[in-house]
């Protein structure tokens, strides 16, 4: 990871491909485990309890379905009381 939060992945004389971490989402996220949520995206909100949480995105349940949500599409969290 770089000074900027970024990974650099690529094949030697192919295409790099860069990721983008967001450090303190996932952080959030990660300390969130076990708990109800409601996330907003740019495509919507979802709530759930959060069962996993990785550098690029969150496995939310809720019923019998599981959400995974990519980090970069979050706007805002808010744990459920």
Do not use: C
């Amino acid at each position: 990871m770089n000074r900027n939060g970024m990974y650099s992945q690529g094949t030697q004389g192919g295409p790099m491909n860069v990721i983008v971490v967001e450090p303190y989402v996932y952080s959030a996220l990660h300390s969130l485990i076990g708990r109800r949520v409601v996330i907003d995206t740019t495509r919507g909100s979802v709530s759930g309890i959060v069962k996993d949480a990785k550098p690029d995105h969150v496995a939310i349940q809720e019923h019998d379905s599981t959400f995974f949500v990519r980090i970069r599409e979050i706007v805002w969290i808010m744990p459920e009381s």
